[in-house]
């Protein structure tokens, strides 16, 4: 079964292979998302994240699912010192970065609970596999048409933080200015609420969160430097 749908303003494809699928499998994931998106998205002023950036909820009003967001969020600024922050000057509340990984994992699950093993959910090329081996190729940081590495993933999240897509947008919170020391950062994970929250977090401490990322337990980099340099854990699942 393979379904494609436009969610949260990237494309979000489905790939299911097992032999029987359950008929709502697919509409339970893009539903989910779509709540998400609604739920979630700073760019809607009637979202939950919305509301609460103004003061609107009380803290006892939030939902459970806002408040693990919140959570994750608070969790990789102090790990990171600061550089990774959801609160942003002049942007207000933006827990997109955690909110990617956490949502698409979360749809990954429901497949898992629906009795489903082999699976690839791919939300604007960050992806959660199950039932592998599955390839998912790295895209080349300077030539949209290549690939600088092609990995071999069997089971859990793929995510990547790079510049090419939108320009410098991941800012470093301790100054408030773009990082700019990494071209791209992708991290292989148990899961991809880890891999894209480790991976945005890492982008932006710069050429220091290569060691950083590669230090957390399950996580895999690749990284591209400025002037082509590249940087790799040894236990990078890269196909043979």
């Known amino acids: 079964m393979r379904r494609v749908e436009h969610v ?3 494309p979000v494809s489905l790939r299911v292979d097992d032999p029987d699928v359950p008929a709502d499998a697919a509409d339970a994931v893009f539903a989910w998302l779509r709540q998400v998106d ?7 002023e009637d979202s939950e994240v919305s509301r609460y950036g103004r003061g609107e909820l009380p803290g ?3 939902s459970a699912d806002l408040a693990d967001v919140l959570a994750l969020g608070e969790e990789f600024r ?3 010192g600061g550089a990774f922050d959801v609160r942003l000057p002049g942007r207000g509340l933006d827990p997109c970065a955690v909110v ?3 949502s698409v994992q979360k749809a990954a699950e429901l497949l898992t609970g629906a009795g489903l093993r082999r699976f690839c959910l791919n939300a604007g090329g960050d992806v959660a596999v199950s039932g592998g081996p599955w390839r998912v190729g790295v895209r080349h940081p300077g030539h949209a048409d ?5 990995l071999e993933v069997s089971h ?3 995510a990547t933080s790079a510049r090419y897509e939108r320009g410098d947008h991941i800012l470093d919170g301790r100054t408030g200015r773009p990082a700019t020391g990494l071209d791209s950062l992708t991290v292989v994970a148990p899961t991809l609420t880890e891999a894209d929250a480790v991976a945005t977090a890492a982008f932006a401490l710069g050429e220091e969160g290569v060691a950083w990322a590669a230090a957390r337990e399950g996580c895999e980099v690749f990284a591209v430097l400025p002037g082509g340099r590249v940087l790799r854990t040894p236990g990078l699942p890269v196909a043979a």
């Open 38 to 44: 609604r739920r979630f998205s700073p760019f809607r």
């Open 78 to 80: 102090r790990a990171t």
């Open 60 to 62: 006892g009003a939030l």
């Open 156 to 158: 859990g999240g793929v």
């Open 8 to 10: 949260m303003g990237f």
């Open 100 to 102: 990617k990984g956490w």
């Open 146 to 150: 290549r690939l600088c590495a092609v």
